[in-house]
């Protein structure tokens, strides 16, 4: 059984800073590492030092402006990288140098074209180099999962033995199985005995999508520090993504017996900057960071979160720093939610009214695949203006075509008498407006016509605007429809009606 503390060790400015097209300048680097510290991440990888000037800069302002966090830099088992690094964190409050070199055959054959003694020898060599710098050095053996498991262990004892204080043992390739990977780490803690008086890190890729459960599978073998990234940023697919790492250490507390020191009400922060410096956005579905995380849906889970969260919900949107979870209604969505919903805009909804908005908002929600909070609010407000009116539009037809006048038909209900208007001339919108004044007796003039998308969107809600002239005076009608025809005919039946209340019409 496992137990303790987990390092989290972020890797988001190094390994997810390699992602391509992302390239962050010093001020973002830092900006993105002050966010980490707030987070509460032991250990920033701030960057592979060598590997550029703008690199080493980075990682330099990094070292010198953020406190409260070690800082860490990257660099090749060679003497110029460890001195590069070396420079560019000995500033840092806590620096660490993080030295590697790969380990299996495949890569000492193609890659560095060196015997498994020559990879032993440097691995010696430049650990004893970083040690001799810097008090707190990390040693990785790339590929090692692909290594074979006894040269492997000779390795790491020697990277012990030179005085590394933390030894990562990488998924490289995101190839290992989480069986698997948990009984590697195992086996070689049990093959170097020194491991167990150092710190053993795991950093796995996702191109299985398996890089959190082998995480995972190591921790529960002993593994005591996660090499992870936000929003699962990082070469090719990606590392393990750090949210899920720390929700699942945090949501399975009383299982797995691990914690973190991550203050995850930071997380949601965190994501959401890394995503918009980087411009690399987070699908709607991910794990804890999606938009639609903690969004439900059907009909059934709407209602159960709502009488009580933890029917569908094993974490909550506040613990990752999200002030509320944000239901998104939709076709499946019940009366209570579309209530409750209201609530939180501030807008009480009963009885009739209730009923009202209801109707209203399904036929709506059987149109626009997600009805959101500005679009319930203005649904609401024109329900609420409806409910005086003296003439209702009942239905409209309205044929048109590129080579024949436009024909209109409309039904409008007045004190429970149905009034039927017809028209054939114009524009379709002008043959809808003289329908209605047709049906209802009057000569309207139309002054003014405005058009406005009210939410984002394909299918956004269009908000028409019209004032109509009626016997000299104007009056102005406003209606709602994702139908911009629809809403034409709503608003122009409206400034109707308030021709009416005001006593324009006899
Ligand atoms: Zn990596």
């Not at 973002?28 to 032991?42: S, T, Y």
């Not at 290992?176 to 990977?181: G, I, N, Q, V």
Request: net charge negative.
């Amino acid at each position: 059984m496992s137990s303790g503390r987990i390092t989290i060790f972020d890797t988001t400015l190094r390994d997810g800073e390699q992602s391509p097209g992302i390239s962050l300048n010093a001020l973002e680097k830092v900006e993105i590492a002050e966010q980490l510290a707030r987070l509460g991440v032991d250990v920033i990888e701030a960057g592979f030092p060598i590997s550029s000037p703008g690199d080493f800069e980075g990682v330099q302002k990094i070292a010198a402006e953020v406190s409260g966090v070690t800082v860490c830099a990257l660099a090749r088992a060679v003497e110029k990288d460890i001195r590069t690094a070396w420079d560019a964190i000995r500033e840092a409050e806590r620096p660490r140098i993080h030295t590697f070199i790969s380990t299996s055959d495949v890569h000492l054959k193609y890659q560095l074209r060196k015997s498994r003694d020559e990879v032993l020898e440097a691995a010696k060599r430049m650990v004893s180099l970083a040690v001799s710098l810097c008090d707190d050095v990390e040693f990785s053996a790339m590929d090692a999962t692909r290594s074979d498991p006894e040269f492997l262990a000779a390795v790491l004892a020697a990277a012990v033995a030179e005085g590394a204080t933390t030894i990562n043992i990488p998924d490289t390739v995101g190839y290992a199985l989480p069986s698997e990977f948990g009984d590697f780490i195992r086996r070689q803690v049990e093959m170097v005995p020194g491991l167990k008086d150092v710190t053993v890190s795991v950093h796995c890729h996702n191109d299985l999508g398996l890089a959190v459960a082998n995480s995972l599978a190591a921790v529960q073998a002993g593994a005591k520090q996660v090499e992870c990234a936000v929003n699962g940023l990082g070469e090719r697919a990606g590392n393990a993504s750090l949210e899920e790492m720390v929700m699942i250490l945090e949501t399975r507390r009383s299982s797995l017996g691990l914690s973190t020191g991550i203050n995850t009400v930071e997380i949601d922060r965190t994501s959401k900057l890394v995503s918009q410096l980087t411009g690399y956005e987070v699908q709607p579905n991910k794990a804890i960071v999606g938009k639609n995380a903690f969004a439900h849906e059907s009909g059934i889970h709407q209602d159960g979160v709502l009488k009580e969260r933890t029917t569908y919900e094993i974490m909550s949107a506040s613990s990752i720093g999200r002030s509320r979870s944000d239901i998104v209604l939709g076709k499946h969505s019940g009366r209570h939610a579309l209530k409750v919903a209201m609530e939180e805009l501030g807008i009480e909804l009963d009885g009739e009214e209730l009923d009202q908005a209801f109707a209203r908002f399904k036929k709506i929600a059987d149109r626009k695949k997600q009805v959101t909070a500005v679009d319930l609010e203005h649904l609401v407000s024109e329900e609420l203006r409806q409910q005086a009116d003296l003439l209702e539009l009942k239905s409209y037809e309205v044929t048109s075509s590129s080579e024949f006048i436009p024909t209109c038909q409309v039904i409008i209900e007045k004190e429970g008498e149905r009034l039927l208007g017809k028209s054939f001339s114009g524009g379709s919108m002008e043959s809808i407006f003289q329908a209605i004044d047709d049906a209802v007796g009057i000569q309207g003039k139309l002054k003014d016509y405005q058009v406005r998308a009210v939410t984002g969107g394909k299918d956004a809600l269009g908000e028409v605007r019209v004032v109509v002239e009626v016997n000299g005076e104007d009056y102005a009608g406003t209606a709602l429809s994702i139908d911009v025809v629809e809403a034409s005919a709503k608003a122009y039946v409206r400034a109707v009606n308030n021709a009416y209340r005001a006593g324009g019409v006899k």
